[in-house]
């Protein structure tokens, strides 16, 4: 069993960048990738990528250009940034463990933090 | 991308009763599909990956089912708790994508 706790910003500023940061509170981090998912109020979900605990990363192609997912092994925390943000980024931000049913693909999101609400507004 | 076509959107039903949904995928995905759980304010909650395989802890009330491009998530008597929104998500390719959701509420 996996428990993730998720930290950051409630509001960030158009152009801004968003960060968030999730911590393995149960769980170890080694040999799991890591994902970051999204949901608009009102909407459905959206993967926005993943890191495996080596550092290797995957990123939705939409918004590759904008993301930067990190981890860091000996605080067992994995990180999210996305730059230049829009009303249109406003959602509530999900960690999750993740699994691979076959080598580094077929991602299917086991445990799942609490999630944050991220507002972007001036 | 896949795109994944879920139906209906939404459904009333009553405690007890048996009900299906069903996903849709726009390409074969082999057994490719994992099925969520989500309830208002909550995270998403794994119930069925790999079609049919249901994680530890999963009530056996709820199957899965499928291959290829059809498949169907199946609670044979519906409890109180059950009452929700149900997701798909294909695990085929990168990016991985999800269904727009079927809301399940009381009858």
């Known amino acids: 069993q996996v428990q993730l706790l998720q930290s950051g910003p409630g509001l960030v500023k158009p152009s801004e960048t968003l960060s968030l940061t999730c911590t393995i509170s149960v769980g170890p981090i080694s040999a799991y990738w890591w994902s970051w998912i999204r949901q608009p109020p009102g909407k459905g979900l959206e993967w926005i990528g993943s890191i495996y605990y080596s550092g290797t990363t995957k990123y939705n192609p939409s918004l590759k250009s904008r993301v930067i997912i990190s981890v860091d092994k000996s605080e067992k925390e994995f990180s999210l940034k996305l730059s230049s943000v829009i009303a249109a980024d406003t959602a509530v931000y999900y960690c999750?463990?993740?699994?691979?049913?076959?080598?580094?693909?077929?991602?299917?999101?086991?445990?799942w933090g609490p999630g944050a609400l991220v507002t972007v507004s001036s | 991308d896949i795109q994944l076509t879920q139906s209906p959107s939404f459904l009333s039903a009553s405690v007890g009763d048996r009900l299906t949904i069903t996903c849709r995928a726009s390409q074969v995905i082999s057994n490719y599909l994992a099925w969520y759980q989500q309830k208002p304010g909550k995270a998403p909650k794994l119930l069925i990956y790999a079609a049919s395989i249901l994680p530890s802890g999963v009530p056996s009330r709820f199957s899965g089912s499928g291959s290829g491009t059809d498949f169907t998530l199946t609670i044979s008597s519906l409890q109180p708790e059950d009452f929700a929104t149900y997701y798909c998500q294909e695990l085929n390719s990168s990016p991985p994508t999800f269904g727009r959701g079927t809301r399940l509420e009381i009858k």
């Open positions: 999750a463990s993740t699994s691979s049913y076959y080598d580094s693909g077929g991602f299917y999101f086991d445990f």
